[in-house]
């Protein structure tokens, strides 16, 4: 599922592309995504100008003149620019049509995705529960610090959970874990306040260098204009279960964690 470098790599992808012009409206071939298309969705954008294109965890907010779009690329979805007459593929479901003879094509072969509409997205029941995002000003190891107080879940799974922290998918809660140099399954609570401000900045670095790369592309993943992210050719543990460590030489170890495959090096990260 694309995490948060993958949607933001298509939100600043999209965004010189669309804030500013008006969507002439939409044409719906699929309605049954994760959750049902609106039946109305072509009278309710038609005419309207995109004045913001923002991100929340991992969802794409659209802000129109009147109402927003709120956008989920799923497990295997997609959002690109094309001419209008593009030739419309199998799992090419839906597109918004652009002034300028363009349009945004949503292409999504698994279905998980969504194309919503919302009057106040801060309100939504995908959006009021997110936690805090992992680049803003406010998140830090301090942050983390008071957060973790008393838990006994495994600071890996904590970190993925959206309702405390949004955006920290599988891979990139690995990875920061191991430039922190923190074992995925020491309880949370148990993290010291400098441990927590390594786990902050190497958040926050992973992340930024994720973006930078265009993502990771694993399986279905590519930006706004077809192009696959690399960011997967620097990962030092997720996905080298049994490779030395880019460190210190030593086996990379997998294991299960919340039914998510979990690496780390056991001489780098400790408990």
Same mark, same amino acid.
């Given at each position: 599922m694309p995490e948060l470098p993958e949607v933001e790599t298509v939100r600043r992808g999209l965004a010189p592309h669309l804030i500013g012009r008006r969507l002439l409206g939409a044409e719906v071939r699929e309605a049954r995504l994760r959750w049902p298309v609106p039946d109305d969705l072509d009278q309710?954008?038609?005419?309207? /100008?995109?004045?913001?294109?923002? /991100?929340?965890?991992?969802?794409?907010?659209a802000t129109l003149d009147r109402g927003h779009l709120i956008l989920h690329l799923?497990?295997?979805?997609?959002?690109?620019?094309?001419?209008?007459?593009?030739?419309?593929?199998?799992?090419?479901?839906?597109?918004?049509?652009? %002034?300028?003879?363009?349009?945004?094509?949503?292409?999504?072969?698994?279905?998980f995705g969504a194309v919503l509409w919302s009057e106040a997205p801060e309100r939504h029941p995908l959006i009021a529960g997110l936690g805090v995002e992992p680049l803003d000003p406010a998140f830090d190891g301090d942050w983390l610090y008071t957060a973790s107080r008393g838990l006994r879940a495994p600071v890996k799974a904590w970190l993925m959970n959206a309702h405390i922290?949004?955006?920290?998918?599988?891979?990139?809660?690995? %990875?920061?874990?191991?430039h922190a140099g923190i074992h995925p399954l020491l309880p949370a609570g148990?993290?010291?306040?400098?441990?927590?401000?390594?786990?902050? %900045?190497?958040? /926050?670095?992973?992340?930024?260098?994720?973006?930078a790369a265009g993502g990771s592309s694993l399986r279905d993943f590519?930006?706004?204009?077809? %192009?696959?992210?690399?960011?997967?050719?620097t990962y030092y543990v997720y996905g080298r279960d049994g490779q030395p460590?880019?460190?210190?030489?030593?086996?990379?170890?997998?294991?299960r964690l919340g039914n998510r495959a979990t690496s780390f090096c056991p001489a780098c990260q400790k408990k």
């Open positions: 309710l954008v038609a005419g309207r /100008r995109i004045d913001k294109l923002e /991100r929340r965890g991992k969802y794409l907010i799923g497990m295997s979805g997609s959002l690109r620019l094309s001419p209008v007459g593009t030739p419309i593929l199998k799992h090419d479901h839906l597109d918004l049509i652009l %002034e300028g003879d363009q349009l945004l094509r949503y292409r999504d072969p698994r279905r922290l949004v955006g920290v998918g599988n891979i990139y809660a690995n %990875e920061a874990l191991f148990r993290l010291t306040r400098p441990r927590c401000r390594r786990l902050a %900045e190497a958040i /926050r670095d992973t992340l930024t260098r994720a973006i590519v930006d706004s204009h077809g %192009e696959p992210g690399y960011f997967q050719q460590c880019r460190s210190c030489g030593a086996a990379i170890r997998l294991t």
